[in-house]
């Protein structure tokens, strides 16, 4: 669907095509190793989701440090995508690189816990507010296990998530409505079973729709993001998060709150921030400065609740917990990306560079007269090519595929990587305002070429 008729269809193919070709023209050593990768690899890369970069292949990179990437053919980027948060620290934060070297010196994995798990968890709790923690490698597992913990703690069966959410691979999560119908996601591969079995699925913002699904009460638990961020961002409306707290505590309904993106609001993410209260709390990407980290907290009486069952002789057949979680090696980055990286004085940077940069694209807005909006949450920002959406199912109808790819491939090809997915721009400390103010540039330029000015 065409939602901007401002924008010539034709005269932004044509453009596109002339950016493919100045692409492919400044990207030899990618082009020949992209056609190498293919011999082994699926699509040429060791993972689907590199293939979404804009452009005919995905640039190779060749090194990461601070907010910047060089290619093999020896470009350097700005980064916002930050490895879509996994990097949110800077890449390659001095601290973290110099700790992962000296542990992995001493032994990478042994199934024991190590004296830095205790740091960790101490520094969880101080952050977050919930008062004990387990470890994983992704927050993917994160949330996969607590989504088993709240059923097995509750007895009940079903799952309640927001419409177009994102939580990772976690089966439950890639359900959406269609028609007041809970359905598979689009593009969902292999789904278990029908959804509709498994979850509930109301929109984002919705207190009416939230409240006649919990009176099921069926639900184990809400598992929410505080902000969607994978549709887009879509902010929660003045009250929501009170009337989410109480309709499930009114129901008997655990509240996962998923704070994987939302850590870009402050030290202790959206929940420290606007002092929410979960039963359950998951985290990952950006907690070890790269390395494969997450993990999930809970309160003192779900545990002591939990331990009756992970503490038993059948623990390790709980469905929770995996052989590498809590190596020493991602303990240890965790601790010392945790003491020296995403704290106040981190947050007191990025968080007024992202307001800079939404300036910047409101400013270009403003000035072009263009129907499109810009939103911030803490450190994070992105740009819609319609007003904000107040709902995930409002986000996904209003998304436009071919315009967002010509942005990106234009910004890239002047040397600004966003996150591929969406409009998205993350900030790190070592991101500067001259970085900000260069997108900003590239911003309106990009914009006057699509609409012909």
């Not at 949110?88 to 690189?97: D, E, R, S």
């Not at 809970?182 to 959804?195: A, C, F, Q």
């Not at 071919?402 to 966003?418: C, I, K, M, P, T």
Request: aromatic residues 8%; charged residues 20%; negative net charge.
């Amino acid at each position: 669907m065409d939602h901007h008729p401002t924008v010539d269809r034709d005269r932004l193919t044509r453009l596109f095509h002339a950016e493919q070709e100045a692409f492919a023209g400044a990207n030899p050593e990618s082009q020949r190793l992209a056609r190498e990768a293919t011999r082994s690899l699926v699509g040429g890369v060791p993972m689907n989701w590199m293939s979404r970069w804009p452009g005919p292949f995905p640039i190779f990179g060749r090194s990461a440090r601070g907010s910047r990437i060089v290619d093999v053919d020896g470009h350097e980027y700005i980064d916002f995508c930050l490895g879509d948060t996994g990097a949110m620290t800077g890449h390659a934060p001095p601290a973290t690189v110099k700790t992962v070297g000296e542990v992995a010196a001493a032994g990478l994995t042994t199934m024991l816990p190590s004296e830095d798990s205790i740091a960790v968890g101490d520094e969880l709790r101080r952050r977050f507010g919930l008062a004990v923690w387990q470890f994983a490698l992704t927050a993917t597992d994160a949330n996969r296990f607590a989504v088993r913990l709240a059923r097995w703690l509750t007895g009940r069966p079903k799952i309640l998530v927001f419409n177009w959410c994102y939580h990772g691979t976690v089966d439950e999560t890639f359900a959406v409505l269609e028609g007041g119908r809970v359905i598979t996601r689009p593009g969902n591969i292999g789904p278990p079973v029908d959804p509709a079995a498994t979850t509930r699925v109301v929109e984002f913002n919705d207190v009416d729709g939230l409240t006649a699904a919990l009176a099921h009460g069926d639900v184990a638990a809400v598992l929410a993001e505080p902000a969607l961020t994978n549709i887009g961002i879509v902010l929660p409306d003045p009250g929501f998060h009170a009337a989410l707290r109480a309709a499930t505590r009114r129901t008997g309904t655990l509240l996962i709150i998923d704070e994987t993106h939302t850590i870009c609001t402050g030290p202790g993410g959206y929940t420290a921030a606007h002092r929410l209260e979960p039963d359950l709390l998951t985290i990952g990407k950006p907690i070890a400065g790269g390395i494969p980290a997450a993990a999930f907290g809970m309160t003192t009486e779900l545990a002591e609740r939990a331990a009756a069952v992970l503490q038993s002789p059948e623990g390790d057949e709980a469905g929770v917990g995996g052989t590498l979680a809590g190596n020493p090696l991602s303990v240890a980055a965790m601790r010392v990306t945790l003491l020296n990286s995403l704290r106040e004085e981190d947050f007191a940077v990025t968080i007024p560079l992202a307001a800079r940069w939404a300036a910047g694209v409101q400013a270009a807005i403003d000035h072009l007269e263009v129907p499109w909006s810009v939103q911030q949450l803490g450190a994070r920002a992105e740009y819609w090519f319609s007003p904000p959406p107040r709902t995930g199912g409002e986000a996904a109808a209003l998304a436009d595929e071919d315009l967002a790819a010509f942005f990106h491939l234009y910004a890239l090809n002047r040397g600004v990587l966003l996150t591929p997915f969406h409009n998205m721009a993350l900030m790190a400390p070592t991101t500067t305002g001259a970085d900000v103010d260069r997108h900003s540039e590239i911003f309106l330029a990009v914009a006057r070429e699509v609409l012909g000015r």
